[in-house]
């Protein structure tokens, strides 16, 4: 590049004759001697800026990984964040290396952000699932494993969270995308972080039940279920006075595992006791009354 502006500063077509060929020869190998070392310098000294760069990429690169797997950070967030820096670095790397070989970068940097806006301007969805998936990657609300119900409805087991969605398990056994934005976004409950679970069954009683009969009754039924868990201890609370019957609350606790399976054999066992005790469990009913004025 500076050879040929040298060259076209010294030779002039219009003043080119064949009495003064000489004399132009001389000034383009003045010219050639003078830009040749420094192209060449610019030239080998980008070759060892590349060479260096590469390696002390490869060398972050190394240090960042070993500090991301002593942190615990996801697989899904770690891959992300690694190609990421990689890119960056490799950019800037790229800006350097052009910038000692003479060429303007403000042009390209001007087009890199020009680009960069025009993707983030047609992707605003995706960037806000991105962002969510970023914040649930961080903060962990909950974990692969996990038994999750979103406040839009979405429940299930998590099978894998990736950076822009996450993926459920239902107990129907069917997959669930749901998009890290809306979910990063809204109030979730995680039924597995703490361990256990601890059920709520409502039973009716009729009214003409003897409570506290009833009541002891079912605590001894949930006393003996095999899951139960004896601290905390198993509960029956009388809730509510309903329109067709009392209702009863049983509540127990135990691992996240066994919660299905116990609140299975508690709603069984439960139904068999008071059957076997005389105490009916009544179905929603009306009492119409017919007034005769005759």
Known sequence: ??????????????????????????????????????????????????????????????????????????????????????????????VIVITQLGIQTSAFVAAIGAAGLAIGLSLQGSLSNFAGGVLILTLKPFRVGDYIESKSGEAGTVKEIDIFNTKLITPQNQLVVVPNGGLSNSSIINYSVLGTRRTWIDIGVAY?????????????????????FKEPAPEIVVTTLGDSAVNLSIRVSTTTENFWKMREQLIISCKEALDNAGISIPFPQQDVHIISKA
């Open 1 to 94: 590049m500076y050879i040929f502006s040298s060259i076209s500063q010294v030779l002039n077509p219009k003043d080119i004759n064949p009495t003064n060929i000489e004399s132009y020869w001389s000034k383009f190998s003045s010219a050639v001697s003078v830009w040749l070392p420094k192209i060449a310098g610019a030239l080998i000294s980008s070759i060892i800026i590349y060479f260096v760069g590469s390696w002390l990429i490869k060398g972050i690169m190394k240090v960042l990984q070993k500090a991301f797997e002593k942190s615990n950070v996801e697989v899904s967030l770690r891959k992300f964040l690694t190609n990421l820096i990689r890119w960056t670095l490799n950019i800037l790397l790229f």
């Open 208 to 228: 003409d039940a003897n409570l506290r009969t009833a009541k002891e009754l079912l605590l001894e039924t949930v006393s003996k279920n095999e899951y139960a």
